[in-house]
C-alpha cells in the first residue's frame, strides 16, 4: 500500500484526530486539510530540467485533499526515492523541495514551509529539476526493531549527523539486519553524512565483536545489576543482556544493561558495502 511508503510520523499524523495549528490569514492557500492514509494517491511530476530544454519525471505521493485557494494537487508531496517533502507547480513543471525536513519541523511552522513556494525561502527549501540534483537522504542501515533504531539515531545525531528511522512499525525476530530488508526499521541520513554514518556504525560492530571474547561469555553467565542513571531505579537484568540496549522497566529509558547509563551501548549493525 502506498501509506507503508510515507515516513512513520507522518503516517502517525495521518492515522490520528490531530489537527494542525496556524495563521490560515498569512497561508498563501488559506485552509488546506490531508488525505488520510488510505487515501494517499500516486501522481507523476513532470519537472523542467534547468536549461528548460528537457524534463524529467519524479514520481511522488500526494498529501493534501483541499485548500482554499488553489488546486491541492501537488501542493505538498512526498518523494520516496529522496525521503523528501516538496512541493510542485503544474503550470510552471517547478519542484521545490525542503531542506531536511523532518514533519515535526512542518507542524511547528506549516505556512513557512507551504509560502516557500512563493517566498523562495532559500532556508528552507531549494529548487529542485531532478531527482539526482536534491540534497537526498539515503539509507545507512537496518535495525532489529524500534528501541534500537531511536536509540541508534540519537547517537548520530550527537555526532552533527541528521538521521530518520523509516518502518519502525515492522518487527525482526533478532539482530541487526542487512541493507535492504524489508521488515527492519531502516536509518536514512543525508547523503553527504553517510560515509561519517558508516564509520560509527563499523566502529559499534568492531565493538561487539570484541565483546565476544571467552572472558566476556564467562562473565556473561551471572546476572548483572544496576542503577539506571536517569530514574535512579534498581535493575536487574540477564548477564547475557549485558551491553545491550533495553528500555528501564521504571522509566522507559533507553539504557545499556551494563551501566544503566543512557547513550552507552553496542549495535549489531551490519554496515552495508
Given at each position: 500500500?502506498?501509506?507503508?511508503?510515507?515516513?512513520?510520523?507522518?503516517?502517525?499524523?495521518?492515522?490520528?484526530?490531530?489537527?494542525?495549528?496556524?495563521?490560515?490569514?498569512?497561508?498563501?492557500?488559506?485552509?488546506?486539510?490531508?488525505?488520510?492514509?488510505?487515501?494517499?494517491?500516486?501522481?507523476?511530476?513532470?519537472?523542467?530540467?534547468?536549461?528548460?530544454?528537457?524534463?524529467?519525471?519524479?514520481?511522488?505521493?500526494?498529501?493534501?485533499?483541499?485548500?482554499?485557494?488553489?488546486?491541492p494537487r501537488g501542493?505538498?508531496?512526498?518523494?520516496?526515492?529522496?525521503?523528501?517533502?516538496?512541493?510542485?507547480?503544474?503550470?510552471?513543471?517547478?519542484?521545490?523541495?525542503?531542506?531536511?525536513?523532518?514533519?515535526?519541523?512542518?507542524?511547528?511552522?506549516?505556512?513557512?514551509?507551504?509560502?516557500?513556494?512563493?517566498?523562495?525561502?532559500?532556508?528552507?527549501?531549494?529548487?529542485?529539476?531532478?531527482?539526482?540534483?536534491?540534497?537526498?537522504?539515503?539509507?545507512?542501515?537496518?535495525?532489529?526493531?524500534?528501541?534500537?533504531?531511536?536509540?541508534?539515531?540519537?547517537v548520530l545525531e550527537?555526532?552533527?549527523?541528521?538521521?530518520?528511522?523509516?518502518?519502525?512499525?515492522?518487527?525482526?525476530?533478532?539482530?541487526?539486519?542487512?541493507?535492504?530488508?524489508?521488515?527492519?526499521?531502516?536509518?536514512?541520513?543525508?547523503?553527504?553524512?553517510?560515509?561519517?554514518?558508516?564509520?560509527?556504525?563499523?566502529?559499534?560492530?568492531?565493538?561487539?565483536?570484541?565483546?565476544?571474547?571467552?572472558?566476556?561469555?564467562?562473565?556473561?553467565?551471572?546476572?548483572?545489576?544496576?542503577?539506571?542513571?536517569?530514574?535512579?531505579?534498581?535493575?536487574?537484568?540477564?548477564?547475557?543482556?549485558?551491553?545491550?540496549?533495553?528500555?528501564?522497566?521504571?522509566?522507559g529509558a533507553y539504557?545499556?544493561?551494563?551501566?544503566?547509563?543512557?547513550?552507552?551501548?553496542?549495535?549489531?549493525?551490519?554496515?552495508?558495502?
Open positions: 500500500m502506498l501509506k507503508d511508503e510515507l515516513p512513520d510520523d507522518l503516517l502517525e499524523f495521518l492515522e490520528s484526530d490531530r489537527r494542525l495549528k496556524y495563521d490560515a490569514s498569512a497561508c498563501e492557500i488559506g485552509v488546506f486539510t490531508f488525505r488520510a492514509a488510505d487515501e494517499i494517491e500516486e501522481i507523476t511530476l513532470t519537472v523542467s530540467a534547468e536549461d528548460e530544454e528537457s524534463a524529467c519525471v519524479i514520481r511522488a505521493l500526494d498529501l493534501l485533499k483541499s485548500c482554499d485557494a488553489y488546486d501542493m505538498l508531496v512526498y518523494i520516496p526515492s529522496m525521503r523528501k517533502y516538496g512541493s510542485y507547480d503544474s503550470e510552471k513543471r517547478s519542484l521545490i523541495t525542503y531542506r531536511g525536513m523532518s514533519w515535526s519541523a512542518f507542524l511547528a511552522d506549516p505556512a513557512r514551509y507551504i509560502n516557500a513556494e512563493w517566498s523562495a525561502d532559500t532556508e528552507i527549501a531549494e529548487e529542485t529539476f531532478s531527482e539526482s540534483g536534491a540534497d537526498r537522504i539515503v539509507e545507512v542501515c537496518s535495525a532489529a526493531h524500534g528501541t534500537e533504531a531511536g536509540f541508534l539515531r540519537s550527537e555526532k552533527g549527523i541528521r538521521a530518520e528511522i523509516v518502518g519502525t512499525s515492522l518487527r525482526t525476530a533478532a539482530g541487526w539486519l542487512p541493507l535492504g530488508e524489508a521488515t527492519a526499521p531502516r536509518i536514512w541520513v543525508r547523503e553527504g553524512d553517510v560515509g561519517r554514518a558508516h564509520e560509527l556504525v563499523e566502529e559499534w560492530i568492531n565493538g561487539q565483536h570484541e565483546s565476544s571474547s571467552p572472558d566476556t561469555k564467562a562473565r556473561d553467565a551471572e546476572d548483572v545489576a544496576f542503577a539506571c542513571q536517569e530514574c535512579g531505579e534498581n535493575v536487574t537484568a540477564a548477564g547475557s543482556r549485558r551491553g545491550q540496549v533495553e528500555t528501564c522497566p521504571h522509566c539504557r545499556s544493561t551494563e551501566t544503566g547509563s543512557v547513550g552507552a551501548f553496542r549495535t549489531h549493525a551490519t554496515c552495508p558495502k
